[in-house]
């Protein structure tokens, strides 16, 4: 399965470590979402969206993009995130999921784990994540992918 994984990590890395774990087992090109194209996309079996979680959603960038992708009427797709709160991840991959089956994206999985985050303190919640257990699970969950 030839797979593309785009993701936007902008203060600690956090969702840039979940990407590449992921990356590594599904065997995927990975992108930063500064350096993609349109034109990328289109040869991609499966496309994997990540972001931390800013306020509740995944960065803008993100969502300006999949806004100006062209209709991917069957193509598969799949989102992750980082977040402070998993409530929040989960609510976030929610509209990065109703974002992409607007585009005809049939969406076959999601993931979020913690990440270090700074938002509302400058000590930061949640260090040290993502931990080794949030990692190795997202790696089950690319394994989780090539199943389907």
């Not at 976030?92 to 999601?110: I, R």
């Not at 790696?139 to 090539?146: G, P, T």
Request: glycine share 8%; proline share 1%; net charge negative.
């Amino acid at each position: 399965m030839n797979t593309l994984i785009i993701f936007h990590s902008e203060h600690h890395g956090n969702t840039e470590k979940v990407a590449k774990r992921i990356a590594a087992v599904l065997n995927a090109e990975l992108v930063s979402s500064q350096k993609i194209d349109f034109d990328d996309v289109r040869e991609f079996d499966l496309v994997g969206i990540g972001s931390g979680v800013y306020y509740g959603h995944f960065h803008e960038k993100l969502f300006k993009f999949i806004d100006r992708l062209p209709a991917q009427i069957g193509r598969k797709a799949f989102v992750f995130s980082t977040t402070g709160s998993k409530s929040y991840g989960e609510r976030a991959n929610h509209s990065a999921k109703l974002k992409l089956k607007e585009k005809g994206f049939d969406v076959v999985g999601e993931f979020t784990c913690l990440g270090f985050d700074t938002a509302l303190s400058t000590e930061g919640i949640n260090r040290g994540s993502p931990s080794t257990e949030d990692l190795n699970a997202a790696e089950d969950f690319a394994r989780s992918l090539m199943e389907k």
